[in-house]
Structures are given as structure tokens and as C-alpha cells.
């Protein structure tokens, strides 16, 4: 089976959940974000992923937040994250946002997978609940999920599960897996599917190099992302990484694990793309270090990218 997804490029940023001070969804802000991301030259988005803070929404607000954004998105397509401990859950928000016009949806292992096998069933059996005709995005995430899935794991369910149309590849060190599925296809020993890479981008400079399709992350500045891999399609490729340099002190700083949504809704907030950067409880907030860390990165990235004068 192919679809739209099997052939996707660009980037696909990954949408933040945009609350009030309150803790109730901020939809006039999700609609913000969406328009801000068509602007930018978006190729695609992603809602309900890891750093959408899903598993604190209810399926109602799963689906109004999805609802929302495939109506405002256009022609744009949208992937929804369905992962659920079960299936039954993730069989009815998968038919709930495809009734609505989502593009596909996407699906992290659960932790408790540890072999080849049980990594293949999980995701035929996944396949098999949500229907056969559903577009499904693999999440290859091992520094979150502890799974790990070798080329050779990843080229068989894409042969066995005609479904699976695009890989959010979030492996670290990553970079020779990407080069090994590519070669895959060259030998016809696994078919085609999007290769879009995570991460914050930390690694996206070089990952296209190794033949990525673009980006499937968050960023607070997922219009750089997008700019990149412009430069990079076009042969730009020292401007590419001359771009993609200057904003590298601040994507590492918004890879620390517990801070970095923290820092992205803060600095969405400071480019007037959300109203407030809170955390549904349970969740963070910057503290006053934190924040005089993140004026001085953005101060120092000012001076090659306006955009960080926010």
C-alpha cells in the first residue's frame, strides 16, 4: 500500500498542547500555532506527540485538539499520536481522526517489547486493530521507549506491514542507520517509505546528507528547521549548516530531558505564537536561572537570526 506519507519531505513539526493558566486547552492558540506553522512553509504537522503532553488529555480534547488542527492546517497533512497502552484506545481515537480528516497516525513501541519478534507482532497486531487502511507512522525513539530496532527489524515490518508509510527516526547515534535503510531500498530489499528525523533536530544537518526526507520534531524555532532543509534541497549546503550552527546552543539546551518543553512553550510564548507556556499538571516550569540561560542563548543567537529578538 502508498500513500501521501510514503513519499513525504520537508518538515512536519511536532505541535506542542497550548493550555491556559488555567490547565484547559488554549484552542485559539492551537489555531495560532497551526496557521504560524502553514505560514513558515510547513510541509506537514504532527499533534499528540510525546511533547503534546497526550496521555494528560482526555479523548475528547484529543479529538477537538485534532479536529482543529486538520481544519485549519488545509491542504497541509496531519498525523495524530495514537500510542496507548492498549489497543482499544488506540483503535478509537485512530477511527475518531481519520473520520476527520487526519493523514495518518503515529505509534511508539512500549517499553515492555524486547525482542525482534515481540517489536514485529506489537506492530502487526497494531496495524491489524486500527485498521489495515490507516497510514501508520513508526516512532523509533530507543532514548525514551528503551526499544530498539535494528535496520534489519525496521526493513521487515515495512515488508510485512504494507500500512507502515513513514519512519520518525529518533535512533542515537543514528546516522548509519539511516544510510543502512537507504541501501535497502537501492537493493529492493525493502520498499520505499519517508525516513523524517526527531530529536529536536539536533542531528538534521547531517541526517539529510545520509538520506533523510526532512524533519518530524519540535523545535521552538521550527521555522529554522524549515529553512534548512530548503538550503539543503536546493545545494545551499553551507548556508544550510551556517543557519543550522547558530541555533545549535540553544536546540541542545531544549534537549535536556524534564526542561526542553519547558523552554520551547516558553519561547513560542515569547514569539506571540501561544499565550502561555504552562505545563498540564503534572509538569514544569523554568526556573529564574533557567530563564536568564535562555535570554542569553537567545541574545547570542539574535545576532545571526533575527527571529530569536522575541
Not at 498542547?17 to 513558515?40: C, H, K, N, Q
Not at 496521555?55 to 500510542?83: F, N, T
Not at 508509510?165 to 537507504?182: N, V, Y
Request: aromatic share 6%; glycine share 10%.
Amino acid at each position: 500500500m502508498t500513500t501521501g506519507l510514503n513519499n513525504a519531505q520537508g518538515v512536519f513539526p511536532i505541535s506542542p498542547t497550548a493550555f491556559t493558566p488555567d490547565g484547559a486547552v488554549d484552542y485559539a492558540s492551537m489555531d495560532r500555532l497551526t496557521e504560524f506553522y502553514v505560514g513558515i512553509g510547513a510541509t506537514g504537522i504532527t499533534v499528540l506527540g510525546q511533547l503534546g503532553e497526550a496521555p494528560k488529555l482526555s479523548l475528547r480534547e484529543s479529538v477537538a485538539i485534532a479536529k482543529g488542527m486538520v481544519a485549519k492546517a488545509g491542504k497541509l497533512p496531519v498525523i495524530v499520536g495514537v500510542s496507548s497502552p492498549g489497543f482499544a484506545s488506540m483503535r478509537e481515537l485512530t477511527h475518531e481522526v481519520m473520520a476527520i480528516g487526519a493523514s495518518g497516525v503515529m505509534i511508539a513501541p512500549p517499553n515492555t517489547l524486547r525482542t525482534d519478534d515481540q517489536i514485529v507482532t506489537y506492530y502487526r497486531q497494531a496495524a491489524d486493530a486500527i485498521g489495515a487502511d490507516v497510514p501508520i507512522v513508526l516512532q523509533d525513539y530507543p532514548l525514551t521507549f528503551s526499544v530498539q530496532m535494528s535496520p534489519a527489524v525496521i526493513c521487515k515490518m515495512v515488508n510485512e506491514i504494507p500500512s507502515i508509510a513513514m519512519l520518525k527516526h529518533e535512533d542515537w547515534p543514528g546516522l548509519e542507520k539511516i544510510s543502512t535503510l537507504r541501501k535497502f531500498e537501492q537493493d529492493k530489499t525493502m520498499r520505499h517509505l519517508a525516513i523524517l528525523c526527531g530529536n529536536g533536530g539536533l542531528f538534521l544537518d547531517y541526517e539529510m546528507s545520509r538520506g533523510a526526507d526532512g524533519a518530524n520534531t519540535g523545535y521552538c524555532f521550527p521555522d529554522m528547521l524549515c529553512d534548512v532543509v530548503r538550503l539543503k534541497t536546493s545545494g545551499e549546503i553551507e548556508a544550510a549548516h551556517d543557519l543550522f550552527d547558530a541555533h545549535l546552543p540553544l536546540l541542545r539546551y531544549e534537549q535536556q530531558p524534564g526542561v526542553g518543553l519547558a523552554v520551547r512553550k516558553h519561547i513560542m510564548m515569547r514569539r506571540g505564537i501561544i499565550a502561555s507556556d504552562v505545563q498540564r499538571s503534572p509538569g514544569g516550569k523554568l526556573t529564574a536561572a533557567a530563564q536568564a540561560e535562555v535570554n542569553h542563548l537567545l541574545t547570542r543567537l539574535a545576532r545571526h537570526d533575527p527571529r530569536a529578538e522575541c
